[in-house]
């Protein structure tokens, strides 16, 4: 059986993450917090990030951007977008 949660973006029950995506406390709250639609979203997000900003993942700095950002996206406000950002057309 699936595991599900309560999806702290979608407010909603909704089919949740395997295993937690990183072995922390942040990892454990996102794995009983948030669905793999919005998972699969922030992946994308923030891919988007680290190339619109040019972060090197592997520094402090990015990682501690990242997170922010993370949370925002899943817990606060959903994050802003790049002000340079252009949507890519489809």
Known sequence: MAHMVF???????MEG?????FDSELGQK??????KKAW???LERQKM???E???QP?????QEFLVEQMNDFFYGSGGELPKEYVAPEH
Do not use: F, G
């Not at 999806?7 to 029950?13: D, G, L, P, R, T």
């Open 7 to 13: 999806c702290a973006k979608y407010k909603q029950e």
């Open 17 to 21: 993450l395997d295993e937690p995506p």
């Open 30 to 35: 996102v794995y009983k917090t948030v669905s």
């Open 40 to 42: 699969n979203e922030w």
């Open 49 to 51: 990030l680290l190339n």
């Open 53 to 55: 900003y040019r972060l």
């Open 58 to 62: 592997w520094t402090p700095q990015a």
